[in-house]
């Protein structure tokens, strides 16, 4: 058991650019999460993944945000045309029943200039 | 909306003494869990405690003990003979899977400095 790994661990973007983060879960895990943290701020919820279903978005995912995890395993989520306001560390978590212990990743710090 | 407040952006403690983390909640839920998680410097979050609401007896793990008041929404976070390695931002969280969200909603932490 590795843990949740994310790739890439930084990346910067030019504003207008899209960019695609990867997440692998711990491998028996059927629960993913997405969650984005701003400086001095906790974790917000963006969306969830029990198994290939995507099964809740937060509103704060507007239309430029797509997130997938196809055949249940890893997942990518996807922001298009990015925006200042999208600079933020998106980390990852995983689990295996609710209510469980959510495992996070090391996130990915993007910056968008 | 569920909502979770930690009162105490920071809090610093000597080494090998004792500090309180708080926490209170918001929820019309009966059925939930509770979670204090430990973010270390450009370290990843890993879970320090978690208390299941329907249980009565608080949770404790080592040197983590929590005092948890379901009447009074409060979860706080008691760490005992403090270490240096303690030192980290403190998210307490809450989780209810009623009605189908399994999110966690996050405080905004508590920063905990341990002195030598």
């Known amino acids: 058991d590795t843990g949740v790994s994310q790739d890439p661990r930084h990346k910067i973007t030019k504003r207008g650019q899209n960019v695609t983060f990867r997440c692998d879960p711990i491998?028996?895990?059927?629960?993913l999460y997405w969650y984005r943290q701003t400086l001095g701020q906790g974790p917000e919820f963006l969306t969830y993944f029990q198994n290939e279903a995507q099964l809740e978005k937060s509103r704060l995912l507007s239309d430029r945000f797509s997130a997938e995890r196809p055949k249940g395993s890893f997942s990518t989520l996807e922001i298009q045309r990015t925006e200042q306001g999208d600079s933020a560390m998106y980390l990852c978590?995983?689990?295996?029943?609710?209510?469980?212990?959510?495992?996070f990743g090391p996130g990915t710090r993007l910056t968008v200039t | 909306a569920q909502t979770v407040t930690q009162s105490q952006p920071e809090m610093s403690v000597q080494e090998a003494e004792t500090v309180t983390l708080s926490c209170t909640y918001d929820t019309s839920e009966s059925d939930y869990y509770l979670f204090w998680y430990k973010q270390p410097p450009s370290r990843q979050m890993i879970l320090v405690i978690r208390q299941e609401a329907y249980k009565q007896q608080n949770a404790t793990e080592n040197r983590f003990s929590v005092n948890f008041q379901k009447a009074a929404k409060s979860f706080s976070l008691k760490i005992s003979d403090s270490q240096l390695g303690d030192a980290a931002m403190y998210f307490c969280a809450y989780m209810s899977p009623q009605g189908g969200s399994e999110k966690l909603v996050f405080g905004k932490g508590t920063k905990l400095t341990v002195n030598p």
């Open positions: 491998s028996e895990h059927n629960r």
């Open positions: 978590a995983s689990s295996f029943l609710d209510g469980e212990e959510q495992y």
